[in-house]
Each structure stands twice: as structure tokens, then as C-alpha cells.
């Protein structure tokens, strides 16, 4: 009975040394090296990072640093995610997405770095709609309330693709041209002006006027003798047409050789 107990107090020993390093291997999604959270704020981040590589099957990943090890923000985002092993496999490409933060104190920079079924979910056009959700919150130092927003943007942008139209130049939704709305408001209020104005002329301007310029000229004071048009100059105005983008996501080869798509913002 003894040897049996020491057997499986030995059985458990092994398995948990081989479950422990399983966890430990597990690779960070929130690595802030530039100290822009809280313990708790990287906590929280992370949660809703794992929740949503879960859900889409990739690795979403938020990087901050101070140093980019004189390589540029492309290649350090590129890098950091080739060689620390992120990116799960839809068809086992290593899909993921990576957000870097570069904060040295005096200044700000934004890279996002794409890979795998990432590269299509994320089309230029989307990268620059998920920077424009975050830049006013990363300004203000907002930071934890910018990275779960990035969780949320990404989320529907994957669903997006997931469906079928990724979010891109001619998939974007349309805006409302409020420009239109207050131009017609305007002519509305012009008219409505200047049918108010007309009345009240009319109720003091006892006189009618001439409809036509000859009833003010007396009979034979006005004689014309000829008639000649004279040809001055011409003015051409010219307004070029801007040709709209063809849209999709720009590839290019990171160091390790694999296809990432990208930008900064």
C-alpha cells in the first residue's frame, strides 16, 4: 500500500513539473516595457487580449518600449513578433496583429504589424480607421482606455472580414454630408428672406416700377446707327480629378522572411 502512495505522490510530482513549464512558456500579450500602465491596467488588457485571440484565432499583441534598438518601427514590430514566437494559425500562418508604442518621453509613435489572415483583416484603409479611434486617447494618456479600444476596433474588423468585405476604401461606411444639409438650409433661408423682403417692399413702394428699359425712354430720343461686339479675352479653368485608391493592404518581407502588412499612425 505504501509503495503504491509513494508511486503516485511521484506520478504527481512529474506530471505537475511537466504542466508547470507549459504555463510559464504561455507569451505575454500586453509587453509594456515603457511603464505606460499600472500592474492592474496590464491585468485588464491582457484579459480582454486573450479573450479576443480566442475568439478570432490570432494573436493580438500590444507592445510599448523606449528603445527601438536603432531599427525602425516597422522592422522592430515585424521582428518582436517573428521571433518571440506570437501568431496562431488559421491555416497555420501565424495570424496575428501587433500594436507598438514607442514612448521615449519627448515622443509618440504608433506601428501596427500584421500577419496572416491579420494582413486582411487589417487593409491600409482599416489600419488608419483603427488609428484614428485610438490617437486622441494615446494623446491624452489614456492609455488603458486606448488599448481595450484597439481589443474592441479589432474585434470588428475581424468580424468584418470574417463576413466577407473587410473594411477598406470602398467598404467604408458612409458619412453624412452635412455639408450638403447646411448648404440647403442656406438657400431655404435665402429665399425665405428674400420673399419677406419683397413683400414688405411692395407694401411701401406705392410707385411701380418699368418692366421693360424702353418704357423710360421718350419716343425718338434714342437712335442707333450700329451695333458691334468686341472680343476681349477668354479664361479657362482647369480642376483636377483625384483618383480614389484601389484599397487592399501593402506586404512586404520581414527579417525572418515571413509576409507582413502594416502601418503607423
Not at 15 to 21: A, Q
Not at 139 to 166: C, I, N, R
Amino acid at each position: 500500500m505504501k509503495k503504491i502512495i509513494s508511486f503516485s505522490v511521484v506520478l504527481l510530482l512529474v506530471l505537475s513539473l511537466c504542466i508547470i513549464p507549459s504555463f510559464a512558456a504561455e507569451k505575454p500579450l500586453v509587453v509594456d516595457e515603457a511603464g505606460l500602465l499600472t500592474a492592474e491596467e496590464v491585468q485588464t488588457v491582457e484579459v480582454k487580449l486573450q479573450k479576443l485571440s480566442d475568439d478570432t484565432n490570432m494573436d493580438f499583441v500590444i507592445v510599448t518600449t523606449t528603445d527601438l534598438q536603432g531599427k525602425s518601427k516597422q522592422d522592430y514590430a515585424d521582428d518582436y513578433y517573428d521571433y518571440n514566437g506570437y501568431g496562431v494559425g488559421r491555416q497555420g500562418d501565424r495570424s496575428g496583429v501587433l500594436l507598438l508604442v514607442y514612448d521615449n518621453g519627448d515622443t509618440t509613435e504608433r506601428w501596427i504589424s500584421t500577419r496572416g489572415y491579420g494582413i486582411k483583416c487589417f487593409t491600409d484603409y482599416g489600419i488608419q480607421y483603427v488609428g484614428s479611434q485610438l490617437v486622441d486617447l494615446m494623446d491624452s494618456g489614456a492609455w488603458e482606455e486606448a488599448f481595450l479600444k484597439f481589443a474592441d476596433v479589432s474585434s470588428e474588423l475581424v468580424a468584418q472580414a470574417d463576413a466577407g468585405t473587410p473594411l477598406d476604401v470602398n467598404s467604408a461606411p458612409k458619412k453624412r454630408n452635412y455639408a450638403l444639409g447646411i448648404g440647403i438650409a442656406l438657400v431655404v433661408g435665402i429665399i425665405a428672406g428674400f420673399i419677406a423682403r419683397s413683400i414688405i417692399k411692395k407694401k411701401y413702394q406705392p410707385v411701380r416700377f418699368k418692366a421693360n428699359a424702353t418704357d423710360y425712354l421718350v419716343n425718338g430720343s434714342l437712335n442707333v446707327t450700329g451695333a458691334y461686339d468686341n472680343f476681349r479675352t477668354t479664361s479657362v479653368t482647369r480642376t483636377a480629378i483625384q483618383s480614389k485608391s484601389s484599397g487592399g493592404s501593402s506586404t512586404h518581407s520581414s527579417s525572418s522572411g515571413a509576409s507582413h502588412g502594416g502601418g503607423g499612425f
